[in-house]
Structures are given as C-alpha cells and as structure tokens.
C-alpha cells in the first residue's frame, strides 16, 4: 500500500486513529508494518505490500479461497486431469476449462499464459451482447472518471479487471480492494509484472466496516459487486459515510418478470440488488442521490459447465437465458 493511504486510514473497528510502526519500504510503498488503535486495541497488519484491516467479528465467504482451495484439490487427486487442462491445445478446451486453465496458471504466476487462456475463456462462455454491454459499461465508466486526479478506491477489485482497466487509463492513483487478502496478493503481482504495480494500492477489508475516514474518499468504483450483497442497506450506509465526491457502480439487473432466474435470486437472497428499482431504492434509503448514468440491454445465457471438470461451473446467475440490463450508476 502507497504511504498516502495513511492520512485516510482509521480503524475499522472503532475508527480509533491509527498509530503506525512501517518495517519495510520500497519508495513510497509500504510492504511490511503494523498499525495500531490504542482506543480499542485492535492492530491490523501490512503484509507483502498489502494492508489487511479486517475484524475478526464479521462473517465472511471467501468464495475466491474457497473455489481454488477445492480446484487444488481436486487436482492433487487427478492429476491426469491437470495434466489435460495445461497440456490440451487451448483451442480444443472447452470455454470452462480455459477459465480453470487461466487460473492454475495465474497461481502460478505464468501471467501473460493465464491472461490468454483468459481472453479465450471468455469469448466463449458469454454471448456477443454481454461482452459488447460489459465493454460499453466500462469505457462509459473511463470516460466519467477521466477529468479528475484524485484517488479511485475500487470496492471488492476480485481479479481487478476494473482495476486494471483504470489503472491503464487514468492519471490517477487506484486503490484495489477486496476482503481476500489471496486474491490481493495475487493481484498485486500480476499487475506488478504488467509494471502497474507503482499506479496501485492494496487494501483488504470488509465494505460493511471500511478502514476510511469520514468523507475521505473522493471518487469509489465497484465492477459487478452489487449483486452479490445480500444485506445492502448497512453496507450502503457505511460507503455513504466515507465516500465524499462519487460512487460509480457497474452492475446488471434482471428483469422483475424473470421467473426462472427469480427463484434462484430469491433463494441466494439478491432480491435486493438483482432487480434496477429496488436496487435504487437501497441506495436512496442510505442517503445516495442516485441516478442511471447510462444503460445497454442485451441477451445473456448461462455460462457452459465444464468437460474436464465434472459439475464445476462458472456462474450461478443466469440460470435460464434472459436480457440484462447493463447499467452504471452515478451516486453522490
């Protein structure tokens, strides 16, 4: 993490201020250190360049440790099936096990291999509307960003595909984060071998108890996360608190009528953030002022499963095939 974080930064849990012992520093980034509230004892460390300020009393999924912990697994048993999946001529996989491919070889830190195996995945698990829709999103997104120079703090990066994206177009400072600490650590090299690492800032943390200051933060993206929140309004309320300038959010919804990705929607517990109206509705009852900067609609279908792997899938949503409404919301 970059040391101008440290003027932004309170404890999560009590936000206490933060007393800071730094052991490690590769010009003005931070790689190892601690920080420390002496109002409620907490202390959260900065471990290979990335500062971890979790608290130990919200639950949390970690669907990304989860999915490569069962995927390692899994292949430890069979090798000769991860033998099929690196050794297949890319082409002959199916979109599926390009993914799981793209992601044996980014553990690996064979990134400029897993980005291809990557591209190749994609092109084949989503429709044409989806990948057109998404990419409109995202030069949209670019292009409202562009006129400022202060920092972009990205909400729940994942892969950092967003972050990525802005890291390559704006002259401005961006801040990665995620409540897996993994998924940061890999990141953070991948980009490093990309040589962004000196435009990018890592922060693990839970979005429902933020290590921010009131108002400290000037401009926050978040690229598809909305709909995996199933509690929204504490969230909402809490971004609201540190977000002083712009909430710039890439989402989907669904069509209210969708019976057939409804009930899984209902049964995952995403009513709240799966549908435009009641989604707007969360943001407003936190204090946004929100709007629909631009949308797309478009075709989606349910991501193929894979050939190698037996039941493994990619995305539980959509279920059916359905259009999306691709949108960017510009809350202030």
Partial sequence: ????????????????????????????????????????????????????????????????????????????????????????????????????????LDERGEFA????????????????????CSERQI????????????????LASGMGHLVERLARRLNRPIVATDFSPRVLRRDRRRFSSFGLGDRISFLAFDARRTPFRRGAVHTMTTYQGLLNIREPGDLLRELRRVVSGVLVALTFFFPEDDAANGALIEEFGLAQMAYREPALAQFRQAGWSVQVAASWKG?????????????AGIDALPAAETTLEWCVLEAH
């Fill in 1 to 104: 993490m970059h040391d101008y974080l440290m003027e932004l930064l309170v404890c999560p849990a009590c936000h206490g201020e933060l007393v800071w012992a730094v052991t490690e520093r590769q010009g003005n980034d931070i790689v190892s250190g601690r920080a420390e509230c002496p109002d409620c004892s907490a202390d959260y460390p900065v471990q290979e360049g990335i500062g971890v300020f979790l608290t130990p009393d919200l639950p949390r999924q970690d669907l990304w440790e989860e999915v490569e912990s069962r995927l390692s697994a899994y292949l430890r048993e069979h090798p000769d099936i991860e033998r099929k999946l690196l050794e297949t001529p890319l082409e002959e996989l199916a979109p599926a096990d390009r993914f799981f491919r793209a992601m044996i």
């Fill in 113 to 132: 291999e897993a980005r291809a195996a990557a591209d190749a995945a994609t092109a084949g698990l989503y429709t044409r509307e989806y990948l057109e």
């Fill in 139 to 154: 030069e949209f997104a670019l292009q409202l960003l562009s006129a400022d120079t202060a920092p972009v703090v990205d």
């Fill in 299 to 311: 075709v989606a279908r349910p991501t193929p499963p894979s050939v190698l792997l037996e039941g």
